[in-house]
């Protein structure tokens, strides 16, 4: 079974620094693709980032470039993102979520974890 | 950036009921459209990709059509368990992938 479990959120202050991490199991996580989506409290989803398979191509939204850095480690199945200057509108629960084989879509989903930032 | 706008914002229907749900593109996607359901604290599920293909384990009563802007997706007798909301996604054109705002089908 494809499991997906997010770690790392909770409770920074304006400016601070947050380390999300995926575990990843159930499947070869070194062949897949993987991004971060976000969902705003009472808001919808938008996407944060990709990394490539082997973590050689990246791509980030607009709104994080600069600031959050994505990242994988296939020995550790584990796919991370590194939030810097962290603002009130980085306040959201983020997912980690795996692209499809099949077609262009995302799959899996992780539970998510939520990132408040207030002071 | 490829804009999706979901319509309606709120659909109000009863159990047995036909559903339709728009999305639509502001420019071409050709079919690299997917459909998720979300129920409240869970995270999305997906349903329908590339425009009409049923994710696995996705029940016969979902369906999606349309190519290029206009797509729809279709749950063709309202079960309880329907009622959510619902993102369309397009992988058309990226970086950035995007989402519809959603609409929340809601038990009348």
């Known amino acids: 079974e494809v499991q997906l479990v997010e770690s790392g959120g909770g409770l920074v202050q304006p400016g601070g620094s947050l380390r999300l991490s995926c575990a990843a199991s159930?499947?070869?996580?070194?062949?897949?693709?993987m991004n971060w989506v976000r969902q705003a409290p009472g808001k919808g989803l938008e996407w944060v980032s990709y990394i490539s398979s082997s973590g050689g191509t990246i791509h980030y939204a607009d709104s994080v470039k600069g600031r959050f850095t994505i990242s994988r480690d296939n020995a550790k199945n584990s796919l991370y993102l590194q939030m810097n200057s962290l603002r009130a509108e980085d306040t959201a629960v983020y997912y980690c979520?795996?692209?499809?084989?099949?077609?262009?879509?995302?799959?899996?989903w992780g539970q998510g974890t939520l990132v408040t930032v207030a002071s | 950036e490829i804009v999706l706008t979901q319509s309606p914002a709120t659909l109000s229907l009863s159990p047995g009921e036909r559903a339709t749900l728009s999305c639509r593109a502001s420019?071409?996607?050709?079919?690299?459209l997917a459909w998720y359901q979300q129920k409240p604290g869970q995270a999305p599920r997906l349903l329908i990709y590339?425009?009409?293909n049923r994710a696995t384990g996705v029940p016969a009563r979902f369906s999606g059509s349309g190519s290029g802007t206009d797509f729809t997706l279709t749950i063709s007798s309202l079960e309880p368990e329907d009622f959510a909301v619902y993102y369309c996604h397009q992988r058309s054109t990226w970086p950035p992938y995007t989402f519809g705002q959603g609409t929340k089908l809601e038990i009348k």
């Open positions: 159930g499947f070869t996580f070194s062949d897949y693709e």
């Open positions: 590339d425009a009409s």
């Open positions: 979520a795996r692209d499809a084989m099949f077609g262009l879509c995302f799959d899996s």
């Open positions: 420019q071409s996607v050709g079919t690299y």
